[in-house]
């Protein structure tokens, strides 16, 4: 794996249309750390793909009726399997944050990259998992220089009383532990 064009080599590609340009290209200096699951605590479905393709059948679980409309995306899906999905260019702005700030900066969408983990709150995310993040984090630092691990943080972090993810059961300390490895 490595990242070509803005893109990651060796994974799925799933274009979502649910992107636009960054207001400056070259700042690139966040990563967010985000989880999702759908239908809520279910696993390996399609739906998530859907949802950032905008997709998503409203008819298929109650609460993708109150989810599909919304215009959604992220950069990456890292699914509990370890399978990495791209939705975005990593140049190009997802819109993953919504209202959120960072170190009194707004518009977090603006110059960061989101990862999404397959996962709930309150469920430990598997091994494969944290093996991928890190090994596409260490891509991203590479390729990305404004990026580093001290610019790394949770959705909760940025958008704190409208989201709590990733959540408890997210281990910060193993994720740095594992990126010093």
């Not at 700042?27 to 967010?32: A, F, M, R, W």
């Amino acid at each position: 794996m490595k990242i070509d064009c803005h893109w990651l080599t060796d994974i799925i590609r799933i274009p979502s249309p649910n992107f636009d340009e960054r207001t400056e290209p070259a700042d690139i200096s966040l990563l967010v750390i985000h989880c999702i699951s759908l239908p809520p605590s279910e696993f390996g479905t399609p739906y998530i793909d859907q949802f950032f393709c905008n997709q998503l059948p409203p008819d298929k679980h109650p609460y993708f009726k109150d989810i599909c409309q919304l215009t959604v995306s992220s950069h990456l899906l890292i699914r509990r399997t370890g399978e990495i999905v791209q939705y975005v260019p990593f140049d190009k702005r997802a819109w993953h944050a919504g209202k959120s700030e960072y170190q009194g900066r707004e518009r977090c969408n603006d110059f960061s990259i989101g990862i999404e983990l397959e996962g709930t709150e309150r469920l430990a995310y598997t091994e494969e998992q944290y093996l991928q993040l890190v090994a596409v984090i260490r891509l991203l630092f590479e390729a990305y220089p404004q990026l580093s691990s001290d610019r790394i943080t949770g959705h909760s972090d940025i958008a704190p009383g409208r989201k709590t993810d990733p959540g408890a059961s997210f281990d910060w300390q193993k994720l740095f532990s594992l990126l010093q490895a």
